[in-house]
């Protein structure tokens, strides 16, 4: 792994990983020096290999799958549609959580809120209405999501 990276959060630094070894990523005396964002870091020139995002996106491989997302229900989560959420079936769903629950058949994304015996699928978008369930027995929670991939 190539890595140039810098201090702390938010001060505009990046850390630059290749997936291919043959391929070197050109450090910050090489890049244009319009793309600057800050001093060069002493672990520029550090290597490490290959970048495995089974290990860094995913805890269990047997029960984590891919789904698109189909809408903007979540957009104010940061969800929008054309994303693709990691989802791992084998976690359990806690209050707070965004998760993909089965509702009339269908698969939905929403964030769970549990109400003592009642269930809330909350959704984060204007004009998308909640779902609400008086008994958590009515709910089918198909997976917990752990990740969301979108384009930038």
């Not at 805890?59 to 940061?78: C, I, L, N, Q």
């Not at 959704?123 to 969301?148: H, I, K, M, Q, Y």
Request: net charge negative; hydrophobic share 40%.
């Amino acid at each position: 792994m190539h890595s140039m990276q810098g201090g702390g959060e938010g001060d505009g630094h990046v850390a630059v990983f290749s997936a291919d070894r043959s391929r070197r990523v050109a450090g910050p005396a090489e890049a244009d020096a319009a793309t600057a964002a800050g001093f060069p870091s002493p672990a520029r020139d550090y290597f490490d290999g290959r970048i495995d995002l089974n290990r860094h996106l995913i805890s269990d491989p047997t029960s984590t799958y891919v789904v698109r997302v189909d809408g903007d229900s979540m957009a104010d989560a940061g969800i929008s549609s054309g994303d693709e959420l990691i989802v791992d079936r084998s976690r359990t769903p806690h209050d707070g959580a965004v998760v993909v629950a089965v509702v009339d058949g269908e698969l939905l994304v929403r964030r769970l809120l549990l109400r003592g015996d009642a269930v809330i699928l909350q959704a984060e978008s204007r004009g998308t209405p909640d779902v609400e369930l008086p008994d958590a027995a009515e709910l089918t929670v198909w997976g917990v999501v752990t990740r969301c991939l979108h384009h930038v």
